[in-house]
Nanobody, 119 residues
Framework: QVQLVESGGGLVQAGDSLRLSCAAS????????MSWFRQAPGKEREFVAR????????AYADSVKGRFTISRDNAKNTVYLQMDSLKPEDTAVYSC????????????WGQGTQVTVSS
């Protein structure tokens, strides 16, 4: 089992920055990949960014590339999402997810944190 706790959401203006955190506990020695997803009202959940735990390889959705940065702190079992130059269209509930070593899909999800960007 892995437990995920997100923090850092809030209400900001367009152009501002926020940093989200997702702390993992439990089977943290089996982490393969941690990712951020988001879901806006009336829309499907979409991939935002991911980081491979052992290699730090990253990938981003085109919509956030160049503005968002995903990083991790192994010692704290925490992944971060630094969000710069925020736009109103970034407004969504952001959730982190974990894929364990040997797993075919994400098996654990956080509760989500609201990010609201006003114009």
């Amino acid at each position: 089992q892995v437990q995920l706790v997100e923090s850092g959401g809030g209400l900001v203006q367009a152009g501002d920055s926020l940093r989200l955190s997702c702390a993992a506990s439990g089977r943290t020695n089996s982490l393969y990949r941690m990712s951020w997803f988001r879901q806006a009202p009336g829309k499907e959940r979409e991939f935002v960014a991911r980081i491979n735990w052992s290699t730090s390889d990253t990938a981003y959705a085109d919509s956030v590339k160049g503005r968002f940065t995903i990083s991790r702190d192994n010692a704290k079992n925490t992944v971060y999402l630094q969000m710069d130059s925020l736009k109103p269209e970034d407004t969504a509930v952001y959730s982190c997810a974990v894929r364990l070593i040997g797993a075919a899909q994400y098996g654990y999800w956080g509760q989500g944190t609201q990010v609201t960007v006003s114009s």
